[in-house]
Every structure is written in C-alpha cells, then in structure tokens.
C-alpha cells in the first residue's frame, strides 16, 4: 500500500453510504473515482445490521436496504480492483472484518470508525489483518486512542496510520485545530492522515482540503458522490468530480511546497546565492596600485555581473594582503589578484571584544 509520510499525495475518496445500496450506483462512484486518478476507494462495509445497530435506531430499516452481501462485496472490490484503485475497507460490524481478513492481500487498508475505536470485540478482530490498519480518532480523547493503539501493538500490529478528523455540519474552522495532528503524531508515533468533512458548497473547501498536505501530512481522505448537493445519504461533505480534481492538483502543489525538509541548500537556493551576481561580493572601493595592502578603506561590497569566489564573511581575513596587481575601482578581489596568506581571524583589531 502506497500509503507513507514521505509527502507523496495520496487520496481516498470515501463513498460511505452515499450509494444507498444501489450498485450500479457504487460503480459510477468507483468508475469516476478511478478516472480522477485518485490513490484508492473506501467503502463502509455492513454484513449484520443487528451486530452494528438497535433496532430502535432511526436509521436501522433504511440500512437493511443499503447493505450487501459477501458475494456482492466480492464483485465490488473485483470491479474497484481492475480499475486499478487501492481498497480501503471501513468495517462497522464483527462479521465484515472476518470477511475482509479472509480476502488477505486484495484489501490495501483496514479502518475501524471512532464508533468502535475502543470496542474490544473489534479491535480483537481488525488485529487478526495483516496489512495497513487506519483507525479513525475523530472526536476521541487522547486515552481512547492510546487504548486501540495500545490493543493493536500488544497484538503485534505496527502499521497503523490515525486518520484524523471529524464530522460536524456546518464546519466551524476553529474546531477543525490541524495543529493537534503534530502533537498525536509526536505522541503516537505513528504516521497521521486527515479525513476532511468541509461542506461541499464551503467556498472554502478546496483549500481546507489540503490545509494538512501543507503542514507536512499528505494522506487525505474525502467523500466523493457523482452528485454534489442531492440530498442522499452522507451527501454533506461529499465532493464531486470537479472539486476533487481541483483537491488533487492542490495536493500535489501543497506536497511539493512543504518539501523534505532537508537542511542542505538545494541547487536553485544555490544558484540564487551566487557571490556576485546576487549575493554582494568584495570589490575594491578605489583603485589599488600592485604592492598596496588591502585595508577596510579601501575595499566594499557590491553586486557584480561576474562571479566571486570568496566569501563576503572572509573579508576581515583579506586585511593585510597585498595586491599583486593593478586592481580597478569596483574590480572583484579574487585570490588570483592578492598574495594572501592563510590566517586566524583576529576580532580584537575591529572590534572592542577582549578576551
């Protein structure tokens, strides 16, 4: 699974249950999601409503409609599978994390929702996968994702990715607090994704999308629906294919903005500090007869049309040396123009420092 912290872009565009149990549907979704050449398709995978879900719950007679069985899962993730996707798989019930450890390698990630994040009985099972394992920690407190982080590497799990964010409509921007990634990153020790769930219409929505990418995160999940706006099921952060293009190319821009974060100056940052032609280089400030000792009087710092070879931080050790020829006013002092002898720099001469 291609899913790192090593700032390459990755997006997994959730369907949820925005397909309302309609197949031809789903595979739109999956068509359209490939087309975009995004990373990979999350489906949220239900096998026993009763094992998820009271039966007084408002939601429980229209989720019996919206479910599949195993043998339709199977022909989903065949269809997600050719088009080249990566599969992330959100199961919200025992029995589908049985069914998704059986499939083994066809299913890139395992994710459990911050609904079950500390339920035993799941964790017990989303232990028993062997690959990438996401656990949702939106809306849950440091000591509930310490639990479920705690189970999984008491279990021998080491690849866990926490995908951070949570569902509230509207999206108040303060609430969305991108900073805390850092700290659950530096306390977990785990690689951190963001699960954006802006308002489709937010004319802000692109931008937030990609908010984390700038801060070094580039592992972004969002829901994607071929109809922004009609009201269905989960329809209200759910992006279309002309917003989720605009996310990915911002992605991409976002990733190469935040960098590696290597220290050592890259060739255009070196270029761009070129003694001469941008950095001032050390110049005569009149002209120096052959025999003259160069002196802080007699030189300066300008900007040049050729390049120089020392330093500006050398001049106080040019002091001294005397000019081997005729050197013209605004002339680049170069080794080849002096006898210059290596020698410690001493600040006493120029400065009141004492030691």
Known sequence: MIINQHMTPYIIAETAYNHE??????????????????????????????????????????????MYTQNQWNDIFSFATKKKLDIVALCDDVES??????KKKQIAALELHATS??????????????????????????????YAVDFLRHHGKKDILLMYGFQSYPTNYEDVNLAKMHAIQDLFHLPVGYADHTGYDDPNNAVISVAAALMGFPVLEKHYTPDPGKERIDYHAAVGKKQMSCIRELMKIAV??????????????????????????????????????????????????????????QVLQLIGSKAKVDIR???????????????????????????
């Open 97 to 102: 994390i049985q069914y998704i450890v059986s």
């Open 256 to 313: 190469q903005i935040h960098g590696s974060g290597q220290i050592t100056l890259s060739e255009p940052e070196k270029a761009y500090g070129n003694i001469g032609p941008m950095k001032k280089a050390i110049v005569a400030k009149q002209e120096i007869k052959k025999g003259e000792k160069l002196t802080l009087e007699n030189l300066w710092f300008k900007r040049t049309a050729e390049e120089s070879t020392i330093p500006q931080k």
């Open 21 to 66: 149990g309609d197949i031809k549907y789903l595979n739109q979704m999956i068509e359209e999601i490939a087309t975009l050449k995004l990373n990979a398709v999350k489906f949220h995978l239900l096998l026993n409503l009763d094992s998820y879900m009271s039966r007084s719950h408002p939601l429980y007679q229209k989720m019996k409609k919206w």
């Open 329 to 355: 006013k605004d002339e680049t002092i170069d080794f080849s123009k002096i006898e210059y002898k290596f020698k410690t720099l001493n600040l006493e001469q120029f400065t009141n420092v004492k030691k």
């Open 117 to 146: 994040l500390n339920d035993f009985f799941m964790l017990t099972e989303v232990a028993k996968f062997d690959g990438r394992i996401i656990l949702g920690i939106g809306g849950s407190s440091l000591n509930d994702i310490s």
